[in-house]
C-alpha cells in the first residue's frame, strides 16, 4: 500500500517539474468549476498515475490539476472516490494520502449534500463542523500504516477550528453570512437517497445534512493529521415537510448555483494561508 502511494507520488512529481502543492482541494458533485480559478500549470489524467482509481460518475472529470489559486499553490482533485462505485475504502482515500506524499498541509473538501436542518434552504453552504460515519467502513481498517500516522487518531475535532473561523471570516466579508451555516454531516454509502424515515433518523441522531462522501477521506487526512476544511453545498431539502422526489437535474442546478459562492469562498480561504 505504502509502496502504491510512493509511486503515485513520484509519477506525479516527476510529471509536474516537482511541484509541491501547499493545499489539496477536492471538488464534489456538480462543483468542478471551481477548478477554472487555478491557473493551472499541470493536468494529469488519474487514469496515468499509477495505482490510482478512476472515476466511474460522469459528473467527476477525474484530472489532478496542479497550479495556483490566488497566488497560492494547489492540487485540485476534480473528481473523487466513492463507495458506492465499488472501490475499497483505500482506494477512496487514496488521493488523499498521495497529496499529503506530495507535501500539502492542508485539505479543503466539497460536497453535495442533503440538507436535514429546517432552517437551511437550497444551495446554502454548511461548513462542516463534525460528523457522523454511516459509512460501512473506513480506510483505517487493517494493519496501521505507522509511517502514515497512529493507530487510533483522536477525532475531537476533525474539522479544523482555525479554517472554520477563517470561512465564516470570509464569508462575512463576502456578504454570504445569511446563506453559509455550519453542521453536522452525516455520511452513507448510498447510491440511492434515503426514505423519508431515513431522513427522520438522521436528523434524530443529529445530523444537519447528509451526503455520501467526505468522510473517508476526512479519517484518512486526520490520520494523517491534516488540518481539513469541508463545504457541503446543499442540494436538495430533506426536512418534513420540504421532502419529494430527488430529480439528479435539480441537485446539479442547485450546486451550480451555489458555485459561485463556494468559489469566492474557498478562494478566500486559500488565498490567506
Ligand atoms: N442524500 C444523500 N446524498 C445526497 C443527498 C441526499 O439527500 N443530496 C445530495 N447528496
Redesign the pocket.
Known sequence: MLNQLREAAAYIQAHSDNFLPETGIILG?GLGALAREVEVEHEINYADIPHFPLSTVESHAGRLLLGRMAGKKVAVLQGRFHYYEGYTMQQVAMPVRVLKLLGISQLVVS????GLNPDFNMADLMLIDDHINLQPGNPLIGANLDELGPRFPDMFAPYDAGLLARAEAAARALGQAGTTRRGVYAS?P?PM??TPAEYRYLRTIGADA???STVPEVIAARHLNLPVLAVSVI??L?APGHLKP?VLAD?FAAAAQAEPRLTALVKAVVAEL
Open positions: 458533485t460536497n453535495a449534500a442533503g452513507v448510498g437517497l434515503e447528509v451526503g455520501m442540494t436538495d430533506c430527488v441537485i
